[in-house]
C-alpha cells in the first residue's frame, strides 16, 4: 500500500508542475497576443504620424481631422497656419497634432 501511495503523490506533483507550466505558457502567449495586436500597430501609427509632421512643407495641402482641407502658410513648433478655401483672409492657426493627412505641393 505504501507504493501505491508513493505513485500517487508522485503524479499529483507531476500534474501540479504541468499545469503551472500550462499557465506560464498561456500568460506568455497573451502577453505576446496583446503586444502584436495592440501595442506595435500603436507604436507604428505614432511613427508615421511624427515623420509625417516632420516632412510638412510651407504650401503642401493638408487636411485636419475635423476633415477641412487646406494649405500650409507658415510653421512653427506645434503650430501650423493653414489658409482653408479660396478666400485668402480665412487662415487659421491649428495644432500640428491635428493634421491627419499631408498632400505634398508638386513642383
Known amino acids: 500500500m505504501e507504493f501505491l501511495s508513493v505513485i500517487a503523490t508522485d503524479a499529483q506533483a507531476g500534474a501540479g508542475t504541468t499545469s503551472i507550466i500550462g499557465i506560464v505558457l498561456y500568460a506568455v502567449a497573451m502577453i505576446g497576443f496583446v503586444f502584436f495586436m495592440f501595442i506595435r500597430p500603436n507604436k ?20 485636419t481631422a475635423s476633415g477641412f482641407y487646406g494649405i500650409i502658410i507658415d510653421i512653427s513648433d506645434d503650430v501650423v497656419i493653414v489658409e482653408f478655401g479660396n478666400n485668402k483672409n ?18
Do not use: F, H, N
Not at 507604428?44 to 487636411?63: F, P, T, Y
Not at 480665412?90 to 499631408?102: D, N, Q, S
Open 44 to 63: 507604428k501609427e505614432k511613427q508615421r504620424m511624427s515623420q509625417m509632421l516632420a516632412s510638412m512643407e510651407v504650401g503642401d495641402s493638408v487636411c
Open 90 to 107: 480665412c487662415r487659421i492657426p491649428i495644432k500640428a497634432t491635428a493634421i491627419a493627412e499631408v498632400e505634398k505641393a508638386e513642383a
